[in-house]
């Protein structure tokens, strides 16, 4: 078995590169900068997605990654005689545009599961909620400065999934006929508030923290002075605010596939403690 996994260096990738080869496959991982990739070294990495069509039989596909050309690269999967897709597509694909924040920064998630189940092949599409990591990324460095998070409506509510369970399933997608023909909606095992979440790593971290609700300006402020493009904060205060009064859905997909718990948000802010913890020095 020859898997092509594009978006191999990420969140999702990453840990899916590892699964299978640890699995026996023949992985070929694609990324801009293979000097950079560190995989183990049964893996084969490759610079361009196209060019590593040629004999594999499964690809994971992640819009993200593939950018533009993800339409004419899964036309080319299928002509190169690939017999599985399986998209990283999201919970909200089917959402209003103005709710989905990451297609603001060119995300094609709706367009990848459409693509790999119109593909003629084998198909499973994966629609993961919001990611753990996404958390390193917007609390780390408030909370490496203090005690307070600051960001949008603290009762808004999210069932965020370790995204190495997001890879895990993915692997059984690509290894096993469990999951052909499904779109799969994917989440951590429970519904938390903002503020709640923050409660979970004061706990985790042993630390006094709160939440702190602020104005949709500064939340814009913020994600334009990060590099966010125009429409994303305004997307992302919309997938919010839809929230508030309707606690996030928990589908224990995780549990049923994998025959064990999904991962708690406390273990996985555990295992990333130090990155929500001031350096000393
Ligand atoms: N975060 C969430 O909460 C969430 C929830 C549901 C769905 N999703 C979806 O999941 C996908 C992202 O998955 P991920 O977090 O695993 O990906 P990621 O870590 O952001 O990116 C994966 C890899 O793709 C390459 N890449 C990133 N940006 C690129 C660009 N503009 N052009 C070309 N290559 C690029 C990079 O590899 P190299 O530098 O090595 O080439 C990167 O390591 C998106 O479609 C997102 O909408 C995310």
Known sequence: MTILVTGATGNVGRPLVELLAKAGADVRAVTRQPEHADFSPEVKTIESARTGLSGATAVFLNSRALGDDLAGFVN???????????????????DDFSRQPSRFRGDRNKEVEQYAVESGVEWVSLRPTVFASNFRGMWSGQLSAGDV????????????????????????????????????????????????LVA??????????QYHQVPDDLVRQRFTGLGFPDGFADAYLAMQASTVSTPAVVTHEVDRILGRPAETFAAWANRFRAEFTPQKG
């Open 200 to 209: 979970v790593l004061g706990d985790v971290l042993h630390r006094p923290l």
């Open 76 to 94: 080319q999967a299928v002509h190169e005689g690939v017999s599985r897709l399986v998209a990283l597509s999201a919970i909200n694909c089917d």
């Open 149 to 196: 998070v600051r960001g949008p409506h603290a009762s808004a509510s999210t069932a965020p999934i370790a995204d190495r369970d997001i890879s895990e399933i993915a692997a059984h997608a690509l290894l096993t006929d469990d999951l052909v023909g499904r779109r799969i909606p994917l989440t951590g095992p429970q519904a938390y508030t903002n503020a709640e």
